[in-house]
């Protein structure tokens, strides 16, 4: 790994844990100053501690304006600046379907993946200006951000919405230097599903259909963090308001041709499930 971004500041969200967790150590190795954020405090502080470089640890929930402020101010009061942002904690929400999905849940999902990636770009572009410039943002986005399911709805709103979110701000950003960019992952067994493990598109199944993926397998977090230490360093510097699908090609198959993979429909448990919910009215 080359030195490539001494003597920046990166904050990480999502750090405690999987595709944060990754590239607050990538960030380190290639010779950042890193902030670690997540509502984990415990996760985030022994990450922070096994990453080689300078580092700092600051529990935080990205869904809270004054959490995200304090977060910007604990970079800067610590190392003087901020460079890159990694806007990355995110929560799946529940796998329940859509007429009986709650507000609750709803506004919850809505809070930490939507608002939280908002608060973060407009503290960082408010400290790039008071700082006389900077500086390149990633948010990580999902496959979920451009296909379409019928499980996991809130997350796939707002898997959806950060990429709107990411497009305006990189369109703000431009003509001020500052670099906007997504990153789209595919199946990567974390913390995230396996929350869910006995669920259908969880764990354990998240496993077996990464088998249908057309690289055959699910991709590391690692493999995702070299991605997004890519788009935040300077090798991407014409790279702007882009998302990048890191998936094993999973975002490309056609669902209407028979070698479609991964996302190919298998309407055989479609119409199980609709025969079963019909059965139940
Ligand atoms: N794992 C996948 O297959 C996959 C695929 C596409 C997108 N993603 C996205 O990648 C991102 C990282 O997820 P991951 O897979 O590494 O999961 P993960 O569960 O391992 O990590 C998510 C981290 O976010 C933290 N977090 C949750 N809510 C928070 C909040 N309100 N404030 C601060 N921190 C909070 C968690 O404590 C955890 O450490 C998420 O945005 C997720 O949607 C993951």
Redesign the pocket.
Known sequence: MTRSLDGKVAVV??????????TARRLSGAGASVVL????AD??RQVAADVPGRSLAVP?????EE?VERYVRSAVEEFGRLDLHHL?????GPFTELPEMSVEDFDRVV???LR?PFLGVRAAFRQYAGQGGGGAIVI?????SLRGSHDLLP?QTT?HGVLGLMRGAAMYGGPLGVRVNAV????????????NQTATGGGDD?IRRGTTVPLRR??S?DE?AAVVAFLLSDDASYVHGEVISVDGGSAIVSTVRPSGGAGAWDTAEVDRRVSFETEKQ
């Open positions: 969200t999502g750090a405690a844990s999987g595709i944060g967790a990754a954020v997540d509502v984990d996760g985030a935080g929930d990205v869904s809270r959490d990355n904690a995110g929560i799946t809070g930490v993946n939280g990580t986005a999902s496959i979920a997350y898997k789209a992952p595919g199946l990567v067994p974390t913390g995230l599903f396996a929350a998240m699910t991709g977090p995702i």
